[in-house]
């Protein structure tokens, strides 16, 4: 892997992604210049005071202008307004990518408003924090953790090989896959959790006051991740069910047959086939661990500077 410094970068949306980007690439020394864009004026503030970009501006036409490479940190839902924004800033031989966590939709959106000439490759990197904002990045959160490349059809070879150097630059291990083929696979491994934990601590929401100063008081770990989960921004969440509805719905209708067999099980005290279940998914958290995306300590292996968990 060689590492290329690119002139100048641009991060539009300088939030946990887009902060923790600027960490990482000033820890590799990966550009010699980072322009930042943010809607609010007290996060360009925030980011300035903290360091990882040099300058900010008020739109993310101007931080765009004569960039490199772009990263699109803001919702999914806000994509197509901001490629749309910056399409006349951008240089041709610029790679043009985004870290959205529906890829489908993201092609759709941003894809007809990029110039002749500018590399459109559509990322996600699978990291993130329950946290949000420009003081939640840090330079190691994509250390060890996978980055998705989704190309489209006629990406330039050599781009995608900078864009890939790039990330595992910032620590990543990259792999590619089909758009259609990645939703699929978040819509169970990140976008479903991410459901069934804002449903549970929902429904701990609505109990009477008493049991829920009860459940705050005695959770165990199971509630208290599902809490950590249910944290997430509700804003970049909301997007990614309406992006990924179809995928995430697909897997919504077998995750509700499979409640519904363990509701039988329970019913009719089938000691066989609850251990049969138990003993199987236990199973799938040994294959989690071996593939080095979690560790066996206790508490997860997690700490508060490094969480593994989050909005992917």
Not at 3 to 12: L, P, T, W, Y
Not at 59 to 88: H, K, N, W, Y
Not at 207 to 233: H, I, M, N, Q, Y
Request: net charge negative.
């Amino acid at each position: 892997m060689s590492s290329e410094i690119f002139d100048r970068v641009a991060i539009i949306g300088l939030g946990l992604i887009g902060s923790s980007i600027g960490h990482a690439i000033k820890r590799a020394g990966l550009a010699h210049h980072i322009a930042g864009y943010a809607r609010t004026e007290k996060t360009r503030k925030k980011a300035l005071e903290i360091g990882f970009v040099d300058t900010v501006y008020e739109t993310a036409a101007q931080a765009a202008e004569g960039a490199d490479l772009i990263l699109v940190c803001v919702p999914v839902g806000a994509c197509g307004s901001v490629s749309r924004e910056i399409a006349g800033s951008l240089k041709p031989g610029a790679i043009l990518t985004d870290v959205g966590s529906a890829k489908e939709a993201v092609i759709r959106a941003m894809r007809p408003h990029v110039p002749e000439g500018v590399h459109f490759i559509p990322g996600h990197p699978i990291a993130g924090t329950e946290n949000s904002g420009p003081e939640s990045g840090f330079a190691t959160l994509f250390d060890g953790r996978w980055c998705i490349l989704t190309p489209v059809a006629g990406t330039n070879p050599e781009a995608l090989q900078r864009l890939t150097n790039f990330w595992e630059s910032c620590g990543s291990m990259v792999d590619q896959m089909s758009a259609d083929h990645h939703d699929q696979v978040l819509a169970i491994t990140s976008h479903l959790p991410h459901l069934i934990a804002y449903n549970i601590v929902g429904t701990v929401a609505d109990l009477e006051e008493d049991s829920k100063s009860e459940v705050a008081k005695f959770s165990a770990g199971g509630f208290r991740d599902f809490t950590r989960l249910a944290a997430s921004d509700p804003i970049m969440w909301r997007d990614v069910c309406i992006a990924n509805r179809e995928a995430l719905l697909e897997m919504l209708g077998r995750f509700t047959e499979d409640l519904s067999a363990l509701q039988r099980y329970i019913r009719r005290g089938d000691a066989e086939k609850l251990q049969a279940l138990f003993t199987r998914t236990r199973d799938m958290r040994r294959k989690i661990v071996e593939a080095g995306q979690e560790t066996p300590e206790v508490d997860f292996g997690r700490h508060a500077a490094d969480d593994l968990g989050g909005p992917e």
